[in-house]
Structure formats: structure tokens, C-alpha cells
Antibody
Framework: QVQLVQSGAEVKKPGSSVKVSCKASGGTFSSYTISWVRQAPGQGLEWMGRIIPILGIANYAQKFQGRVTITADKSTSTAYMELSSLRSEDTAVYYC??????????????WGQGTLVTVSS | DIQMTQSPSSLSASVGDRVTITCQASQDISNYLNWYQQKPGKAPKLLIYDASNLETGVPSRFSGSGSGTDFTFTISSLQPEDIATYYCQQYDNLPDTFGQGTKLEIK
């Protein structure tokens, strides 16, 4: 079955960067779109951006433009989300999620288990 | 960005009750609306897609309706395992946006 397995928790200093991975198995990675959604403690869900590996295209929410980079390695079926210039407000659980839309609207039918990123001095 | 207004923010109901949550979009999103369930410490789970389609394996007590700007999510008979927070999500236009969530508790 399809699984998205994310890398482990991270503790980072303000101003640094973090890179979270999301490894897919059980399906055809090239047919996926992988989005990244974050959730601050006790808060709701916030879409950050996505990548369409087969097209090599990434889209980002305006809020994160310039600070986030989403990439994918088709050879290892792994997507990455790198967030730079970290501040305390970036403390959150970061999720990857899959859809099969190929860039067209599609629901997130599988999610990773989440990665807690803590930003603290 | 499309704003999603979800209500109520919290809800207390008894086992067996019919529960309804609403979600309103700031502009027409056709039927590009999903509903997710999130239990504490877990990732969200897709329940309803395209406003009214039940995801495979999801119990039939869950349902969704609506189109355009106004949407409804219903649990026909609340079960103890339905305790969770529920989110609507529009995916008509990027960025995808979510409602604020409805925390459902047992009375």
C-alpha cells in the first residue's frame, strides 16, 4: 500500500534552515503531486507549496515565497521541503501529502506521519 | 487567496446524534471541496472529496453536500470514535486553503 514516511524531528536555531524529507513507497512516484502542509501547535492546517515531480514544477504559497524550496528526487521517490530563515513562529508539525492530480485539482489521499520542527534559541 | 469560513469551531454532541458542520468559501469553488478528520497526534485523513464523494473505506454515516460557496458535512449518527477535529479544504485555486477546524466532543 501507499506510504509516505517523513524524516525525524528537528530542533533548529532562529535564522537557520531545515530540510524535511518525505519518502514514498507502494505506488508510482512520478504520478504524484506532493504538497507540504504545516500545523502550528494547537492551530489549523496551512498549505505551503507543492511539487509535481514528473513536470519538475513547484508552486508556493505567497506567504512562504523566497523562504521555502520544495524538490523531488525521482530516483529515490523522495520529496524535500527546505525552509530557511527560521523563526519561532515556524515551530510546527510539517506534513507531506499526496494527490494524483498531476497539477489539476485533486484531494490529498495519503499523508506522511508528520515531522515536528522546533525553532528555539 | 480563497477564505474558508467553517462553523462551529467546537461542538459537543451525544452518541447517536446527527452532527452538521458548515463551510463557506469566499468565492465560487464549484465542488472542489474536501473534508478531513484529524485525531490528536495524527495526520489528517480524507473523508469526503469533491464535496460529496465518500473516500473508499470511510463509513457511510459520513456525508457531504453543497457546491459553489456553501458546503455541509454531516455525521448521521455520532460514534465515540468520531471524536476529532474536522477541516474543510478548497482546492479550486492555489493556494489550497483550509477552514479553521471544528473540534467535536462527546457530551
Amino acid at each position: 500500500q501507499v506510504q509516505l514516511v517523513q524524516s525525524g524531528a528537528e530542533v533548529k536555531k532562529p535564522g537557520s534552515s531545515v530540510k524535511v524529507s518525505c519518502k514514498a513507497s507502494g505506488g508510482t512516484f512520478s504520478s504524484y503531486t506532493i504538497s507540504w502542509v504545516r500545523q502550528a501547535p494547537g492551530q489549523g492546517l496551512e498549505w505551503m507549496g507543492r511539487i509535481i515531480p514528473i513536470l519538475g514544477i513547484a508552486n508556493y504559497a505567497q506567504k512562504f515565497q523566497g523562504r521555502v524550496t520544495i524538490t523531488a528526487d525521482k530516483s529515490t521517490s523522495t520529496a524535500y521541503m527546505e525552509l530557511s530563515s527560521l523563526r519561532s513562529e515556524d515551530t510546527a508539525v510539517y506534513y507531506c501529502a499526496r494527490d494524483l492530480g498531476g497539477g489539476a485539482p485533486a484531494p490529498f489521499d495519503y499523508w506522511g506521519q508528520g515531522t515536528l520542527v522546533t525553532v528555539s534559541s | 487567496d480563497i477564505q474558508m469560513t467553517q462553523s462551529p469551531s467546537s461542538l459537543s454532541a451525544s452518541v447517536g446524534d446527527r452532527v452538521t458542520i458548515t463551510c463557506q468559501a469566499s468565492q465560487d469553488i464549484s465542488n472542489y471541496l474536501n473534508w478531513y478528520q484529524q485525531k490528536p497526534g495524527k495526520a489528517p485523513k480524507l473523508l469526503i472529496y469533491d464535496a460529496s464523494n465518500l473516500e473508499t473505506g470511510v463509513p457511510s454515516r459520513f456525508s457531504g453536500s453543497g457546491s459553489g460557496t456553501d458546503f455541509t458535512f454531516t455525521i448521521s449518527s455520532l460514534q465515540p470514535e468520531d471524536i476529532a477535529t474536522y477541516y474543510c479544504q478548497q482546492y479550486d485555486n492555489l493556494p489550497d486553503t483550509f477552514g479553521q477546524g471544528t473540534k467535536l466532543e462527546i457530551k
